[in-house]
């Protein structure tokens, strides 16, 4: 009756996995609801600290560095009033990530049509998966990409838009005025990087690219 007995409790936490459920689970998985909103609709999490070493308070203030994991392993600050721990947890998101439609060879430039969307499991991707379809628009593969592989930002780089050697327009602009002038690019760059130019005084200026290819001086 003894063996009969442990069984039936056995079955009946398989049937109840919440019976091993954190306290902390439920809020942490709100919290990161929150922060992953517009990038994953799906989030759960599993707090991995003992309950016997959680905060007192059952609803605490949580907080992460702007620079912490979105997912995966992470550690959460966790703060009732003046006690602050660090709660260890699995963040689990789903959502979209970018893949190859074909093979990509190195140097490929990279249109709509030779990538697309696919919805998996985010904390299981390499870090620095491309979430965002047009990040991938016009950029140039440093390497080889199979099909359906997610690709990573640091698998391409964005076409440039100015390239050591050309011609530029440099636009310096402070408060209240404008002056432009000509140089000769001494890097290449995309949008939003920095490029050197050397003007035709033969000074060397640094200035952002802007979409049109000038080079944006603020002064």
């Not at 009969?4 to 009946?12: C, G, M, R, V």
């Not at 699995?90 to 969307?117: C, F, K, W």
């Amino acid at each position: 009756m003894s063996g009969l007995k442990t069984w039936s409790i056995i079955a009946l936490l398989l049937a109840c996995p919440q019976v091993f459920a954190s306290i902390l689970d439920a809020p942490l998985s709100q919290f990161f609801q929150q922060r992953l909103a517009g990038i994953s609709d799906e989030v759960s999490v599993v707090v991995k600290t003992p309950d016997a070493q959680l905060p007192p308070c059952p609803l605490p203030d949580f907080s992460m560095p702007g620079n912490g994991r979105l997912w995966g392993n992470v550690s959460v600050l966790a703060r009732c009033g003046n006690d602050k721990r660090y709660i260890q947890a699995e963040v689990r998101a789903t959502g979209n990530y970018v893949v190859a439609t074909q093979v990509l060879p190195r140097g490929s430039v990279i249109n709509e049509s030779l990538v697309q969307l696919k919805r998996g499991r985010l904390d299981q991707l390499p870090p620095r998966a491309m979430l965002d379809i047009s990040q991938a628009s016009n950029a140039v593969t440093l390497r080889d990409i199979a099909p359906n592989q997610p690709i990573l930002l640091s698998m391409v780089r964005q076409s440039w838009r100015v390239k050591a050697g050309q011609r530029v327009q440099v636009v310096a602009a402070g408060e209240g005025f404008s002056v432009n002038s000509e140089g000769k690019a001494l890097n290449n760059a995309a949008v939003a990087q920095n490029a050197r130019v050397r003007m035709d005084s033969g000074q060397v200026v640094n200035g952002v690219v802007d979409l049109d290819g000038n080079i944006l001086i603020n002064l």
